[in-house]
């Protein structure tokens, strides 16, 4: 089986270049063909040698993937199904979620997730492996709106501080000059928390955090995010707060909505004391039901009653719109082809 270009810098492009003969420059030009003329073959890089080319395509492609399926909700989302390369039986899915002058691609970072989070699909159908950064760069490229992406969110399927290197590897090819050229402020990670990597991350990139908390009380956040017992919630906010939230990079909670389980005003208080003083802003997400599931979203009236509570105390608190739930590709419900709904 072929190796595929999409994903490598321009230092390892140059590496693969003198093996196949061809200057180092050449690993410039892959680099440029692939990032910015979004090439799709090798024949299409004129400005290497035939013979270069030649060399190159006995063991190298492009390996740009197109999607197995795609779905358009009522609301203009679209879903995409993407094979996952050398695991004929994985797909994972990434979502392009249009809003005004804005296309958002929410994008898969692994094949399941071993997090296990008791009210996500994709947790549910356990772990298949990390997708590595051709598989991510590729849910980018092969949409139909690539070209008119303007943000990412890493909080599609799996745990994108489970797989750092690779979710690394393409914030640097999205945000460096010779690649994409975004500004990290395009680009939000989301994360239950995965401390070690969260530092990395904070110390790495200058992308945007998400922090999915669900509930402010350990005890309770670990019947349904086993993740609080490795590395618990308040070491995670002790973490975030040595760190400037206070100029371009944002941090925010990710806070789904289950009735009775974490909208009273314990919680609410609580999350007013956990996150006291830190510049921040609270996602309150709607939950969508899933099978055998022992608790039921709050309704819409309940949301803004806490919603209301924590703006009353002092913290910005908003209730994120739904998107593309007709096509399960709202939060928590993706799972690519795997799972019956
Ligand atoms: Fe994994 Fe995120 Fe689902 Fe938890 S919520 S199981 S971390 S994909």
Known sequence: MKQRLLGKTPEELKQIALEAGLPAFAGKQMAQWLYTRRARTLQEMTNLSKAGRETLSQNWEVGMAFPLDVQTSADGTRKYLFPVEGKPSDAVEAV?????????????????????????????????????????????????????????????????LDNWEQVKKVIDILTAPWGLAWSPKRITLSTIGVLPNLKRFLDESRCHLAVSLHNPFPEERLEMMPVQKAWPLEEVIRLIRQYDFTGQRRVSFEYTVFDGWNNTKRHADALLRLLSGLECRVNLIRFHQIPDFPYGAASLPQMEAFRDRLSRGGLTATIRASRGEDIFAACGLLAGKHMQL
């Open 96 to 160: 392009m979620i249009p809003d005004q002058d804005r296309k958002t691609l929410c994008v898969s970072s692994q094949a399941g997730c071993k997090m296990g989070c008791k009210f996500c699909m994709t947790g549910r159908q356990g772990f298949h492996g990390n997708l590595d950064a051709a598989d991510i760069l590729n849910q980018f490229f092969a949409i139909d709106e690539a070209d008119g992406l303007t943000n990412a969110v890493f909080m599609g399927m799996g745990e994108p």
